[in-house]
């Protein structure tokens, strides 16, 4: 009997065990923060924000930055910032830009553009919309495009539209109808131009450069580019440089100029152009052209003189660190110093990397980044 | 007269079973003249299994109460579960860290394939008709079996109810109703038949409807000072489940042999509560599935050296899969066939040398409404030949299986012909006489296809992947002894340590965007780890039994990929360093109360082992009382059952959380 109180008594305790064992609470990442330069002493910005898009479903966007005056690269600063936001800052980070004192986030599958204090990142609000994807600004407006238009007779293909928000309201003001999933966009004086990608659509992809005259807010002309364009890039003669991703089978990836003057297509650089950043009269570029039918990818760095609008020769990276990067997602040159910035993707679901360069092509430092980083701003030094 | 007229309808829709049965059935009758003594049915000859697996079953399965096999297989060391949370959601089990797609399940003896994603979700699995479950680490030693058997480096078996009548009985009739939290209504019916001394049958349907709803949590705080970040309450919505399950089958024996045919049906509407990020709660998905199958066995010992067996199986599975959202609206339908045909032969050469050679034959075809879509179909033939041998104490067994696939497609390119032999070794052995202690290891190689999607999902797929493989190098020891008149009745403890190795893995590497993926033969994963598992029976009081399960797993899978990758050498996504289970069950005149608790160490959700994907422990406590009467023959069990005993909120995929706290209840009468 003694034997068998013992047993129970055994049971018990063990019982009590599985129940009580506390489990530490679930905390906030912490921000990494990192030197990685000495200070630099910098006219124009305070620094810039680095939005790592973090792989969908992950709910891993987070945002890092850059301090000029300190040389400490800090990640994931916004939980910390923000400690009250609810599964923090979302699911794919799509684009990020500073408009007078606020910065601005689209968080692609969250359904919303995140608005900021731009000196702090402190969240002010939150615009909804759905399935939201990048920014452009003009007269204290921010233009927004979006893949989902209203539900139209053909549910499997809807328009994309552009949404017009009052920066100072955050609400959005008017929408306009415009290509199949809309990407990137320039104001180029009364007018807004939409790069249309048709990218949920393979193999119809659109292929068309929407004109959106910003008084009536009404599509005025589509100019026809070449299939699934995504970045559209203005330089400061009035041209656009528009990318077309290709159809990854036999299509190639190529960059065309758009003059906005007589809205035509001027001129096609035969050079796959994932990305690009144009800064002075140079445009950064790189590729990662990816192909079904090799089942491979080829990935290239150029440049191109956006004044007399020819290939310069040879890579902007001159020191062969472009061997370490496996996947170049992001690019930003710093428009004061000429340092030039490539994001590293990696595999998409682990940390990535970012490299600075100096303006000869030699790397300065290198950083562990969030999941994907992608999407840069500078933040300036006066506002 | 209903019954008889629900009989001759269960003979017809038998009667569509392939040819093997009815061959059986004849067989059967010829010999039904002979002495009834003559009859046994025995388990197949060739001696005793060197690697026995984990297994639960009969009385210890029933009390656990779990809606699926899922739920069950928690309790076994050495796996894991991914559990993508409620009563529709998808479940796959890992076995020793080698992905969910080295395991093989088996239903009653054939396995269930999916050659489109290679995963089975065990969720879809009712324990309503389930006899028990077995794990097998590497194969089940034995080599009287299909050449299927031996291609996976893990088995679940899972084998339903067989019909067992005692002298007199006719029939047997049980009907369960089940309800609780998640709007859950759950009545089920099985239905077993003696036909003939020979023969019986036996039909199972089930009904499960759920809303799926339930409250979950998400809560952080700061590290440092512990002050509250957010902390919200939601409900789980959209993972509402309508299914349907019908199962019927024949069984006969035979002088020295038995037959059998099924035949299944599921059909299922579900939503996917899909996850929960960032001003995203709410999704609209909604999945359709429709399976079927029908599949005989037969085997016999043909004479005292030879035994034959033969299996076959048509298989039809579709599904539907919606995508209602106005962002981005897909709907999806997929088909897929297979026809399998497997012949058996083992041959005992001496009192203790055996051999065994099967050969089987496999076609899969899946049909797709995608654009540029491959239509793929894959002809496989598999020759296993296996030898063992079987003394009082030692016992051995080698297998060498041959795989041919051939695949072909309509557009696109198609994989290339391959050809794989993977050997397998098995070797068990009793140092002394009178200690009942077994050492036993094994050694296997083999290596699991790339599935349909992998090879051709329109855009994704990459057609030259070769095979991944896994070897497995296992070692360990068994200790089961029982005692007459003590209060301790029976232990039994198995301890394993294990090494095993993921080459070629085949992993889904990025396009040119991250809406784009395609996949390749990369990853290199090596995995050291060790089972344990102890299990006891107790009297403690005159009419006090109690069982007591406990196992243990300690793994590190560690990803030795690129060495310029900032997370190498680290663990792998989603496996816990530690990780356990406990079942207490106590049995008390007319009362069983059964405690069950698990444990999931802290992991990471993604490759790097770094903050931002440290995933927390998990535990929950079950508890389950069950009271049992029985009325005029008519047996009455009554079961209240409370999971998550403590309350706690958890993912076990980061953003797909689980529920709290909830309640079954559950009525079943026998007749």
């Given at each position: 009997m003694i034997k068998q109180l013992r047993f129970i008594r055994i049971v018990a305790v063990l019982i009590m065990l599985a129940m009580a064992g506390c489990r530490n609470g679930d905390y906030i990442v912490p921000p990494v923060t990192t030197p990685v330069d000495t200070p630099v002493t910098h006219q124009r910005y305070k620094g810039f924000y680095l939005l790592n898009e973090g792989n969908m479903g992950s709910n891993k966007c987070t945002l890092d930055f850059f301090d000029f005056t300190s040389g400490t690269y800090s990640k994931n600063i916004y939980a910390t910032v923000n400690p009250n936001v609810v599964k923090e800052l979302g699911d794919v980070g799509n684009d990020i830009?500073?408009?007078?004192?606020?910065?601005?986030?689209?968080?692609?599958?969250?359904?919303?553009?995140?608005?900021?204090?731009?000196?702090?990142?402190?969240?002010?609000?939150?615009?909804?919309?759905?399935?939201?994807?990048?920014?452009?600004?003009?007269?204290?407006?921010?233009?927004?495009?979006?893949?989902?238009?209203?539900?139209?007779?053909?549910?499997?293909?809807?328009?994309?539209?552009?949404?017009?928000?009052?920066?100072?309201?955050?609400?959005?003001?008017?929408?306009?109808?415009?290509?199949?999933?809309?990407?990137?966009?320039?104001?180029?004086?009364?007018?807004?131009?939409?790069?249309?990608?048709?990218?949920?659509?393979?193999?119809?992809?659109?292929?068309?450069?929407?004109?959106?005259?910003?008084?009536?807010?009404?599509?005025?002309?589509?100019?026809?580019?070449?299939?699934?364009?995504?970045?559209?890039?203005?330089?400061?003669d009035g041209d656009l440089y528009v990318t077309s991703r290709g159809d990854y089978y036999n299509?190639?990836?190529?960059?065309?100029?758009?003059?906005?003057?007589?809205?035509?297509?001027?001129?096609?650089?035969?050079?796959?152009?994932?990305?690009?950043?144009?800064?002075?009269?140079?445009?950064?570029?790189?590729?990662?052209?990816?192909?079904?039918?090799?089942?491979?990818?080829?990935?290239?760095?150029?440049?191109?003189?956006?004044?007399?609008?020819?290939?310069?020769?040879?890579?902007?990276?001159?020191?062969?660190?472009?061997?370490?990067?496996?996947?170049?997602?992001?690019?930003?040159?710093?428009?004061?110093?000429?340092?030039?910035?490539?994001?590293?993707?990696?595999?998409?679901?682990?940390?990535?990397?970012?490299?600075?360069?100096?303006?000869?092509?030699?790397?300065?430092?290198?950083?562990?980044?969030?999941?994907?980083?992608?999407?840069?701003?500078?933040?300036?030094?006066?506002? | 007269?209903?019954?008889?007229?629900?009989?001759?309808?269960?003979?017809?829709?038998?009667?569509?079973?392939?040819?093997?049965?009815?061959?059986?059935?004849?067989?059967?009758?010829?010999?039904?003249t002979k002495d009834l003594r003559e009859v046994s049915v025995i388990a197949p000859r060739g001696g005793k299994e060197i690697a026995p697996g984990q297994q639960l079953k009969g009385a210890e399965l029933q009390r656990l109460n779990s809606q699926s096999v899922a739920d069950a297989l928690r309790f076994f060391s050495g796996i894991q579960?991914?559990?993508?949370?409620?009563?529709?959601?998808?479940?796959?089990?890992?076995?020793?860290?080698?992905?969910?797609?080295?395991?093989?399940?088996?239903?009653?003896?054939?396995?269930?394939?999916?050659?489109?994603?290679?995963?089975?979700?065990?969720?879809?699995?009712?324990?309503?008709?389930?006899?028990?479950?077995?794990?097998?680490?590497?194969?089940?030693?034995?080599?009287?079996?299909?050449?299927?058997?031996?291609?996976?480096?893990?088995?679940?078996?899972?084998?339903?109810?067989?019909?067992?009548?005692?002298?007199?009985?006719?029939?047997?009739?049980?009907?369960?109703?089940?309800?609780?939290?998640?709007?859950?209504?759950?009545?089920?019916?099985?239905?077993?038949?003696?036909?003939?001394?020979?023969?019986?049958?036996?039909?199972?349907?089930?009904?499960?409807?759920?809303?799926?709803?339930?409250?979950?949590?998400?809560?952080?705080?700061?590290?440092?000072?512990?002050?509250?970040?957010?902390?919200?309450?939601?409900i789980r919505r959209n993972g509402g489940i309508n299914a349907f399950r019908l199962e019927g089958s024949l069984h006969g024996v035979m002088n020295g042999g038995e037959w059998s045919s099924k035949i299944y049906f599921y059909d299922s509407e579900r939503g996917l509560p899909g996850t929960m990020v960032n001003n995203r709660f709410i999704h609209v998905d909604k999945q359709w599935d429709r399976n079927f199958f029908a599949q005989s066995s037969w085997r016999k010992d043909i004479s005292p050296r030879y035994s034959l067996m033969f299996n076959g199986k048509y298989a039809y599975d579709y599904t539907h899969?919606?995508?209602?959202?106005?962002?981005?609206?897909?709907?999806?339908?997929?088909?897929?066939?297979?026809?399998?045909l497997s012949v058996a032969n083992q041959f005992a050469v001496t009192k203790w040398w055996n051999v065994g050679l099967s050969g089987d034959f496999q076609w899969n075809k899946l049909d797709a409404d995608l654009k540029k879509f491959s239509y793929p179909q894959r002809f496989t033939t598999l020759v296993a030949l296996a030898t063992s041998v079987s003394f009082q104490r030692f016992s051995a067994q080698a297998s060498l299986l041959n795989t041919n696939m051939n695949e072909q497609v309509k557009l696109n390119t198609a994989s290339p012909f391959r050809q794989e032999l993977t050997p397998a070794v098995f070797v068990s052995w009793q140092p002394v006489k009178k200690i009942p202690v077994t050492w036993r290891s094994f050694y296997k190689r083999i290596f699991r296809m790339p599935t349909f999607n992998d090879l051709y999902y329109t855009d994704i797929g990459n057609s030259n992947l070769k095979p991944e493989f896994t070897t497995q190098y296992n070692t360990g020891l068994t200790w089961n002894q029982t005692f007459h008149g003590k209060m301790l009745q029976e232990i039994g403890v198995e301890t394993d340590v294990y090494y095993n190795e993921v080459t070629d893995k085949i992993v889904a590497v990025p396009g040119s965007s991250q809406f784009r993926w395609t996949m390749m033969n990369l990853g290199f994963v090596k995995i050291k780890g060790v089972d344990v598992k102890v299990k006891a029976a107790w009297q403690l009081l005159n009419e006090l039994l109690v069982s007591t399960r406990a196992t243990y797993t300690f793994q590190e899978a560690r990803d030795f990929t690129d060495k310029s990758d900032s997370f190498y050498g680290d663990q792998i996504a989603y496996i816990p360093w530690h990780s356990g289970s406990l079942i207490i069950g106590g049995t008390y005149r007319a009362w069983d109360l059964n405690y069950s608790f698990i444990y999931t160490g802290e992991?990471?959700?993604?490759?790097?082992?770094?903050?931002?994907?440290?995933?927390?422990?998990?535990?929950?406590?079950?508890?389950?009382?069950?009271?049992?009467?029985?009325?005029?023959?008519?047996?009455?069990?009554?079961?209240?059952?409370?999971?998550n005993l403590m309350n706690q909120y958890y993912d076990v995929v980061a953003n797909y959380p689980m529920p709290g706290r909830n309640y079954k209840f559950i009525l079943a009468v026998n007749i």
């Open positions: 830009k500073i408009y007078g004192s606020k910065l601005y986030a689209v968080i692609n599958v969250s359904n919303k553009i995140e608005v900021m204090e731009a000196a702090t990142a402190k969240r002010l609000q939150q615009i909804e919309l759905t399935n939201c994807r990048y920014m452009a600004f003009a007269n204290g407006k921010a233009y927004i495009s979006s893949y989902a238009g209203p539900v139209v007779i053909d549910p499997r293909s809807p328009l994309g539209i552009v949404a017009e928000v009052d920066t100072a309201t955050l609400q959005i003001t008017r929408r306009v109808e415009v290509g199949y999933q809309p990407e990137e966009m320039a104001v180029i004086g009364n007018k807004l131009y939409v790069a249309n990608s048709g990218g949920y659509r393979p193999p119809d992809y659109d292929s068309t450069v929407s004109v959106i005259d910003l008084t009536t807010f009404k599509e005025i002309k589509k100019i026809h580019v070449d299939i699934n364009l995504h970045r559209l890039k203005a330089d400061s299509r190639p990836s190529a960059l065309y100029v758009l003059d906005t003057k007589t809205d035509e297509v001027k001129k096609r650089f035969a050079i796959a152009a994932s990305n690009l950043c144009i800064a002075g009269d140079t445009a950064y570029l790189y590729g990662s052209e990816y192909s079904y039918n090799t089942a491979s990818w080829k990935i290239n760095y150029g440049m191109v003189n956006v004044k007399t609008e020819t290939l310069l020769p040879g890579n902007f990276i001159t020191d062969g660190t472009e061997k370490n990067i496996k996947m170049p997602y992001g690019i930003m040159v710093d428009p004061e110093t000429k340092d030039i910035y490539v994001t590293d993707a990696r595999d998409y679901v682990s940390p990535g990397t970012l490299y600075c360069f100096d303006k000869t092509g030699k790397k300065r430092w290198s950083v562990i980044t969030g999941d994907i980083p992608a999407h840069f701003v500078f933040l300036p030094a006066k506002q | 007269m209903r019954i008889s007229l629900l009989r001759s309808a269960l003979y017809m829709v038998l009667a569509g079973c392939p040819v093997v049965s009815l061959q059986a059935q004849q067989r059967s009758d010829s010999t039904r579960i991914k559990d993508y949370g409620g009563i529709g959601g998808l479940k796959t089990v890992d076995v020793r860290s080698m992905g969910t797609n080295h395991t093989g399940v088996f239903y009653d003896g054939i396995e269930l394939g999916n050659a489109q994603n290679g995963v089975v979700d065990l969720g879809k699995f009712s324990l309503d008709n389930m006899e028990e479950i077995t794990l097998y680490n590497g194969q089940r030693s034995s080599i009287f079996q299909p050449a299927k058997d031996y291609g996976s480096s893990g088995s679940i078996y899972l084998t339903t109810l067989k019909p067992h009548f005692e002298e007199g009985e006719k029939r047997h009739l049980r009907g369960t109703f089940k309800t609780g939290s998640f709007g859950l209504v759950n009545p089920s019916i099985l239905w077993q038949e003696k036909i003939s001394k020979r023969v019986a049958a036996s039909f199972s349907g089930e009904w499960t409807n759920a809303n799926g709803r339930y409250k979950f949590r998400y809560q952080k705080r700061d590290k440092d000072n512990n002050a509250l970040g957010y902390d919200t309450f939601a899969y919606l995508s209602p959202d106005t962002a981005y609206f897909a709907e999806n339908r997929y088909y897929q066939q297979e026809v399998y992991r990471y959700n993604m490759k790097a082992n770094i903050p931002a994907n440290y995933t927390l422990p998990w535990y929950t406590s079950d508890l389950a009382l069950a009271y049992t009467r029985t009325v005029n023959k008519t047996r009455f069990r009554l079961t209240a059952q409370v999971n």
